[in-house]
């Protein structure tokens, strides 16, 4: 018990001695520039899963944490409603730190400029499981260019962490169709976790 809150602390700390790398990080001129403030990352620091996004958007930037706008919502919905886990369990993390200004794609470089980040993020937390949100984040984490809805449904390695991918919560909103599709996704995440299925959605 003691080595574990141990690991924990330590955890914790090596975070956020990184999340201040981050805040003064000027690697991409335009985003340093335009961000109101970085967002570095929000959750358990030792989450069995972690769900990786892209970017911030406008709220996020505001509020200095990832997924709090209305397809951050809808991300809670399934990790709370769907998958019966609470938010602050798992660990929620972007490709990018900052917002891209008009919510423009990420840029290679500057995906590049804060690769080492993420990467120290997952090596700190070590995740059994990734979730990918969106084809910007698969292809980013793990330098492909398969179309996204031909990614679901298949397991993939990252730094020995099992990564699968799914629909950005963004594009759920725009196309509720989809949305059976990513609530297989999550049921098969669920069971490669063991994770009951919550007995109401
Ligand atoms: N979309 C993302 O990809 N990340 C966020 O943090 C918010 C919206
Ligand atoms: N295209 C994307 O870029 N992301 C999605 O989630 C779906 C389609």
Redesign the pocket.
Known sequence: MAGKAAARTETLVTLDAMRQEVAACTLCHELATTRTQTVFGVGNPQARLCFLGEAPGADEDRQGEPFVGRAGKLLTDIIQKGMGLDRSDVYILNILKCRPPGNRNPAPEEAANCRGFLDRQLAAIAPEFLCCL???AAHNLLEVNTP?GRMRGDWFDYQGIRVMCT??PA?LLRNPAAKEDTWEDIQMLMGEMGLEKPARR
């Open positions: 969106g084809a910007v996204i629909y950005h594009y």
